[in-house]
C-alpha cells in the first residue's frame, strides 16, 4: 500500500497486524489462534468505541478513561491475557489523535480488524507449515537450560566459588530450566493425538522420546543433593573436585551439542569424550577405598560416591539421546505410553469469563494495576492535549508499554525504555542525515522492525532501541523533512517514564503479599511429590507412613517429634521413615515462613528458633543458617493445620484414584509440580529483591526457605528409588 501510495490505509491496517502480532508468542498453535482472534475482535470494539468519540476531547477522554480501566483488567485471565490487553490497548491509543464521523470511525476499526485477521491467518499458516520448526525450537531450549544448569552444579565443585553465590545461582537455573520445560511440555504433548489416532509420526516420537529424556536427565541431577561443605573439607585439597567439575562441564557442552543439533535439525556431532575424568574419578575412589575411607569417614565417601554414579548414569542417558538424533531411522517407539493421563501434564488455558467481576476488589492485584493503567492514560492524556505536541499520543502509549502488574517489572522496564529510545533516537538522527534514498530506509525500517520483535523476549532494550528506530523512520517516510519528530519523541518518552513511575507507586501490591498461598502450594506440592513417590512402591495397603497426613495432627506430630519419632513410628519400613522425616521438616520449615507472611504482623525474631536445626540437620547433615545468621524455625499454626488436611484430602483422593492411572504418570506429574511451584515461588522472591527495601518481607527465611526446598526435592527423588526396590 505504500509502494501505491496508500500510506494512511497501510498504517492502519499495520495497526491491527502489529496488535495481534504482540499476541503471537511460542505455544499450541490451537490457542495462539483463538487469542490472536480474540486480540483482533476486541481491538476492533476499542478502535471503534475510540473513533466514535473523536469528535469532542470531553467525549473522548470519558470514553478512553473507562474504556483503559476495562481492557486493563483483562489481565486477570492469565496466560496470553496480558499481551491481548497492551495489543488492544494500542490500537485504541493508535486513534486518538484522528477526527471520525461514525461512518469513519466503522471502516477505520474494519481495517484494523482486517489487518489482526490478515496476520492471524498468515501467522496460522506459517505455524502449520513449520509446525515441527516450532517444536524443535522449544525443545531446542529446555535443553539449553538443562545445560545452563549443569553448569551452575558444576561450580559447587570449583573451591574458589562461594556456597552462598552457588546456590542462588542454582536456584535461578532451576527457576529458568522448568520455564523451558513447561513452555517445551505445552507444545510436545498437545502435539501427541496424532499417535493416538493411530498415524505414527517418527520424528514427533523422536520429539517426545527427547523431551521425556531431557526431563529425566535434568532430574538425575535435581536429586544428586550433596554436602557440598562436607566434600569440600575432606576432598578439597586433591584433584577429585577437579575431575568432577571437568566431567559435568564437559556433559553441559555435549548436552549443548545436542540441543544445537535440534535446532539445526541435523545430526549432532561427535560426542565430547569424557573417558578420562570417568577413569581418573574411579581411579581415585578404588584408592580411598583402599585407604579405608569408607570406614573412616562414611559419609564423605557415600556423598563423593552417589555424585560419581549420578554423573555416570548421565553420560548413559546422554549417548541415549545422541543415538536417537543420529539414527537413520527413526523409531516410532516412545520412552513412555502415549496414554490419555498425558492430558493431565498440560495446563488448562479454558477461560471462566466472570471471573473479571470477582476481581472488582482491592484486594485484586489486578484491579490495582487497571487503576494505575487508567490515572497514567488520564493523565498522559491530558498533558498530550495540554503541551504542544505534534504526536501526543506517544505519552500514553510510553506509559502504557511501561505499566506492568508488577512494581518491579515497571521500574525495570522504565530504565531500559529509556535508554533503548535515546539509542534508538541518536541510530535514527544519524541514519537519516546520512541515508537520501527513500529505498534503503525502507529496507532499514524493515530490518529494525524484524530486530525489534526478535529481541523482544531475550533483550528488552535491544528491542527498544530498534522498536525506537522503525517508528520514527516510518513517520519521516510518511512526512519527510521532519526532523522535529525525533525530538518530540524523545520528550514524550521521558514525560511517559515519569507519569509511568509516579502512577507505580499508586495501589501499590507487593510481592511479599501472594508469598504466603506460593510456601502453601510449594508445601502440598512437595508432600504430595512425596507421596507419589511413596504409592509409585505398590504399597498402597500398607501402614501410612507418618507423611501421609490421614489425619492433620499426625503430620503435624511428626514434625514435632523430629528424626527420632519419625523414624519410631515407622519401624516397619526405613524407607517409609526417611520418607516421614523429610516431610516433617518440609512442613516444619515453611509453616512459620507462611504464617508470618500471611498474618503480616509478625517480625524475623519471632519465626526464629532452635529446633528446627537439629531437625532439619538430619537431611543433610549440617543445620542451613540464613542469611541473618539464624536457622530457620517452625510453628504449629492453624495455617499448617489447614495445610494438612488439605494434604489428607488430596492424598485420599489420590489413592481412590491410584488404580486407574499409571504409578509412573502420577510420579512424573507430581514431580513436574513440585518443580512449577518451586519456580513461582522462587520467580515471586527475585521480584520481590527488587522493590523497595520497606517491601522485602522475610527474606533470609524465604531465601533459606527456597534452598531447602529444592534440597527436599533432591532427597525425594534419591529415595524413590529406595522405595520402589522395597516394593
Same mark, same amino acid.
Given at each position: 500500500?505504500?509502494?501505491?501510495?496508500?500510506?494512511?490505509?497501510?498504517?492502519?491496517?499495520?495497526?491491527?497486524?502489529?496488535?495481534?502480532?504482540?499476541?503471537?508468542?511460542?505455544?499450541?498453535?490451537?490457542?495462539k489462534r483463538n487469542e490472536m482472534l480474540a486480540c483482533s475482535v476486541i481491538g476492533f470494539l476499542s478502535a471503534y468505541a475510540t473513533g466514535l468519540a473523536t469528535f469532542s476531547p470531553?467525549?473522548?477522554?470519558?470514553?478512553?478513561?473507562?474504556?483503559?480501566?476495562?481492557?486493563?483488567?483483562?489481565?486477570?485471565?492469565?496466560?496470553?491475557?496480558?499481551?491481548?490487553?497492551?495489543?488492544?490497548?494500542?490500537?485504541?491509543?493508535?486513534?486518538?489523535?484522528?477526527?471520525?464521523?461514525?461512518?469513519l470511525a466503522l471502516v477505520n476499526a474494519l481495517w484494523i480488524l482486517l489487518g489482526g485477521l490478515w496476520y492471524t491467518a498468515w501467522s496460522t499458516l506459517i505455524s502449520q507449515l513449520?509446525?515441527?520448526?516450532?517444536?524443535?525450537?522449544?525443545?531446542?531450549?529446555?535443553?539449553?537450560?538443562?545445560?545452563?544448569?549443569?553448569?551452575?552444579?558444576?561450580?559447587?565443585?570449583?573451591?574458589?566459588?562461594?556456597?552462598?553465590?552457588?546456590?542462588?545461582?542454582?536456584?535461578?537455573?532451576?527457576?529458568?530450566?522448568?520455564?523451558?520445560?513447561?513452555?517445551?511440555?505445552?507444545?510436545?504433548?498437545?502435539?501427541?493425538?496424532?499417535?493416538?489416532?493411530?498415524?505414527?509420526?517418527?520424528?514427533?516420537?523422536?520429539?517426545f522420546n527427547l523431551f521425556i529424556n531431557t526431563v529425566d536427565l535434568h532430574e538425575l541431577f535435581v536429586g544428586a543433593h550433596t554436602d557440598y561443605p562436607l566434600v569440600r573439607n575432606?576432598?578439597?585439597?586433591?584433584?577429585?573436585?577437579?575431575?568432577?567439575?571437568?566431567?559435568?562441564?564437559?556433559?553441559?557442552?555435549?548436552?549443548?551439542?545436542?540441543?544445537?543439533?535440534?535446532?539445526?535439525?541435523?545430526?549432532?556431532?561427535?560426542?565430547?569424550?569424557?573417558?578420562?575424568?570417568?577413569?581418573?574419578?574411579?581411579?581415585?575412589?578404588?584408592?580411598?577405598?583402599?585407604?579405608?575411607?569408607?570406614?573412616?569417614?562414611?559419609?564423605?565417601?557415600?556423598?563423593?560416591?552417589?555424585?560419581?554414579?549420578?554423573?555416570?548414569?548421565?553420560?548413559?542417558?546422554?549417548?541415549?539421546?545422541?543415538?536417537?538424533?543420529?539414527?537413520?531411522?527413526?523409531?516410532?517407539?516412545?520412552?513412555?505410553?502415549?496414554?490419555?493421563?498425558?492430558?493431565?501434564?498440560?495446563?488448562?488455558?479454558?477461560?471462566?469469563?466472570?471471573?473479571?467481576?470477582?476481581?472488582?476488589?482491592?484486594?485484586?492485584?489486578?484491579?490495582?494495576?487497571?487503576?494505575?493503567?487508567?490515572?497514567?492514560?488520564?493523565?498522559?492524556?491530558?498533558?498530550?492535549?495540554?503541551?504542544?505536541?505534534?504526536?501526543?499520543?506517544?505519552?500514553?502509549?510510553?506509559?502504557?508499554?511501561?505499566?506492568?502488574?508488577?512494581?518491579?517489572?515497571?521500574?525495570?522496564?522504565?530504565?531500559?525504555?529509556?535508554?533503548?529510545?535515546?539509542?534508538?533516537?541518536?541510530?535514527?538522527?544519524?541514519?537519516?542525515?546520512?541515508?537520501?534514498?527513500?529505498?534503503?530506509?525502507?529496507?532499514?525500517?524493515?530490518?529494525?522492525?524484524?530486530?525489534?520483535?526478535?529481541?523482544?523476549?531475550?533483550?528488552?532494550?535491544?528491542?527498544?532501541?530498534?522498536?525506537?528506530?522503525?517508528?520514527?523512520?516510518?513517520?519521516?517516510?510518511?512526512?519527510?523533512?521532519?526532523?522535529?519528530?525525533?525530538?518530540?519523541?524523545?520528550?514524550?518518552?521521558?514525560?511517559?517514564?515519569?507519569?509511568?513511575?509516579?502512577?507505580?507507586?499508586?495501589?501499590?501490591?507487593?510481592?511479599?503479599?501472594?508469598?504466603?498461598?506460593?510456601?502453601?502450594?510449594?508445601?502440598?506440592?512437595?508432600?504430595?511429590?512425596?507421596?507419589?513417590?511413596?504409592?509409585?512402591?505398590?504399597?498402597?495397603?500398607?501402614?501410612?507412613?507418618?507423611?501421609?497426613?490421614?489425619?492433620?495432627?499426625?503430620?503435624?506430630?511428626?514434625?514435632?517429634?523430629?528424626?527420632?519419632?519419625?523414624? $519410631?513410628?515407622?519401624? %516397619?519400613?526405613? &524407607? /517409609? @521413615? !526417611?520418607?516421614?522425616? +523429610?516431610?516433617?521438616?518440609?512442613? #516444619? *520449615? =515453611?509453616?512459620?515462613?507462611?504464617?508470618?507472611?500471611?498474618?503480616?504482623?509478625?517480625?524475623?525474631?519471632?519465626?526464629?528458633?532452635?529446633?528446627?536445626?537439629?531437625?532439619?540437620?538430619?537431611?543433610?547433615?549440617?543445620?542451613?543458617?540464613?542469611?541473618?545468621?539464624?536457622?530457620?524455625?517452625?510453628?504449629?499454626?492453624?495455617?499448617?493445620?489447614?495445610?494438612?488436611?488439605?494434604? $489428607?484430602?488430596?492424598? %485420599?483422593?489420590? &489413592? /481412590? @484414584? !491410584?488404580?486407574?492411572? +499409571?504409578?509412573?504418570?502420577?510420579? #512424573? *506429574? =507430581?514431580?513436574?509440580?513440585?518443580?512449577?511451584?518451586?519456580?513461582?515461588?522462587?520467580?515471586?522472591?527475585?521480584?520481590?529483591?527488587?522493590?523497595?527495601?520497606?517491601?522485602?518481607?522475610?527474606?533470609?527465611?524465604?531465601?533459606?526457605?527456597?534452598?531447602?526446598?529444592?534440597?527436599?526435592?533432591?532427597?525425594?527423588?534419591?529415595?524413590?528409588?529406595?522405595?520402589?526396590?522395597?516394593?
Open positions: 500500500l505504500f509502494v501505491f501510495h496508500q500510506s494512511e490505509l497501510g498504517f492502519t491496517i499495520s495497526t491491527g497486524a502489529l496488535g495481534a502480532c504482540v499476541v503471537d508468542m511460542p505455544g499450541p498453535l490451537k490457542y470531553i467525549a473522548l477522554w470519558s470514553t478512553v478513561v473507562p474504556l483503559t480501566f476495562v481492557l486493563s483488567l483483562i489481565v486477570v485471565y492469565g496466560n496470553r491475557w496480558p499481551q491481548i490487553s497492551f495489543a488492544t490497548l494500542f490500537m485504541m491509543v493508535m486513534t486518538l489523535e484522528e477526527h471520525f464521523t461514525p461512518h513449520m509446525l515441527d520448526r516450532i517444536e524443535q525450537q522449544a525443545l531446542a531450549e529446555s535443553v539449553f537450560a538443562c545445560a545452563d544448569y549443569l553448569l551452575a552444579r558444576a561450580q559447587f565443585f570449583d573451591l574458589d566459588n562461594d556456597l552462598d553465590e552457588c546456590y542462588r545461582n542454582l536456584v535461578a537455573k532451576q527457576i529458568a530450566a522448568v520455564e523451558r520445560q513447561d513452555a517445551a511440555r505445552d507444545i510436545v504433548l498437545r502435539n501427541l493425538p496424532r499417535l493416538r489416532a493411530g498415524k505414527i509420526d517418527a520424528r514427533r516420537a523422536m520429539h575432606t576432598f578439597g585439597g586433591s584433584d577429585l573436585l577437579v575431575f568432577y567439575r571437568d566431567l559435568i562441564r564437559k556433559a553441559a557442552a555435549d548436552l549443548e551439542d545436542i540441543g544445537l543439533a535440534v535446532l539445526q535439525n541435523e545430526p549432532p556431532r561427535a560426542s565430547v569424550n569424557v573417558k578420562a575424568e570417568l577413569r581418573a574419578i574411579e581411579y581415585e575412589l578404588d584408592l580411598l577405598k583402599k585407604n579405608d575411607l569408607a570406614a573412616t569417614d562414611p559419609e564423605a565417601y557415600a556423598a563423593i560416591s552417589a555424585s560419581f554414579r549420578r554423573i555416570w548414569s548421565a553420560t548413559r542417558l546422554l549417548d541415549r539421546m545422541r543415538r536417537s538424533l543420529a539414527s537413520e531411522v527413526p523409531a516410532t517407539e516412545t520412552e513412555l505410553r502415549i496414554d490419555e493421563a498425558l492430558t493431565r501434564f498440560v495446563t488448562n488455558r479454558r477461560v471462566s469469563w466472570l471471573q473479571i467481576f470477582s476481581n472488582l476488589t482491592m484486594a485484586s492485584p489486578s484491579f490495582r494495576h487497571a487503576l494505575r493503567v487508567t490515572i497514567a492514560v488520564a493523565v498522559g492524556f491530558w498533558l498530550g492535549r495540554l503541551l504542544p505536541l505534534t504526536n501526543a499520543y506517544w505519552i500514553v502509549m510510553t506509559s502504557i508499554i511501561i505499566l506492568k502488574p508488577g512494581y518491579s517489572l515497571t521500574r525495570q522496564r522504565n530504565a531500559q525504555r529509556i535508554v533503548g529510545t535515546l539509542i534508538g533516537c541518536i541510530a535514527s538522527i544519524a541514519l537519516i542525515l546520512l541515508v537520501k534514498q527513500p529505498l534503503v530506509l525502507l529496507v532499514s525500517m524493515f530490518a529494525a522492525m524484524v530486530m525489534s520483535y526478535s529481541l523482544l523476549l531475550f533483550n528488552y532494550t535491544a528491542s527498544v532501541v530498534f522498536t525506537s528506530a522503525y517508528v520514527l523512520l516510518m513517520f519521516h517516510l510518511l512526512a519527510p523533512g521532519g526532523m522535529r519528530i525525533i525530538g518530540e519523541r524523545a520528550i514524550d518518552t521521558m514525560v511517559g517514564c515519569m507519569i509511568a513511575i509516579a502512577t507505580s507507586h499508586l495501589f501499590p501490591y507487593w510481592e511479599y503479599r501472594p508469598m504466603g498461598k506460593l510456601v502453601h502450594d510449594m508445601i502440598a506440592a512437595t508432600r504430595s511429590y512425596l507421596e507419589a513417590s511413596w504409592w509409585w512402591s505398590g504399597r498402597t495397603d500398607t501402614a501410612q507412613p507418618a507423611f501421609a497426613g490421614t489425619v492433620p495432627g499426625d503430620a503435624r506430630q511428626a514434625g514435632e517429634r523430629g528424626d527420632g519419632g519419625a523414624r $519410631a513410628s515407622a519401624d %516397619a519400613s526405613p &524407607a /517409609a @521413615a !526417611a520418607a516421614g522425616d +523429610a516431610g516433617g521438616m518440609a512442613n #516444619r *520449615l =515453611a509453616t512459620s515462613v507462611e504464617t508470618a507472611i500471611v498474618s503480616g504482623s509478625a517480625t524475623a525474631a519471632g519465626v526464629i528458633g532452635e529446633p528446627i536445626a537439629a531437625a532439619t540437620a538430619t537431611i543433610d547433615g549440617s543445620p542451613t543458617v540464613g542469611a541473618a545468621g539464624s536457622p530457620v524455625a517452625a510453628v504449629a499454626t492453624k495455617v499448617g493445620t489447614k495445610a494438612a488436611a488439605q494434604a $489428607a484430602q488430596s492424598s %485420599a483422593g489420590a &489413592a /481412590a @484414584a !491410584a488404580p486407574s492411572l +499409571a504409578r509412573d504418570f502420577r510420579y #512424573r *506429574l =507430581a514431580r513436574k509440580n513440585v518443580h512449577v511451584a518451586f519456580a513461582n515461588l522462587g520467580q515471586a522472591f527475585q521480584r520481590m529483591m527488587l522493590e523497595p527495601k520497606s517491601a522485602q518481607k522475610f527474606v533470609p527465611e524465604l531465601n533459606d526457605l527456597l534452598v531447602r526446598s529444592h534440597v527436599l526435592a533432591s532427597q525425594i527423588t534419591a529415595i524413590a528409588p529406595l522405595l520402589r526396590s522395597t516394593s
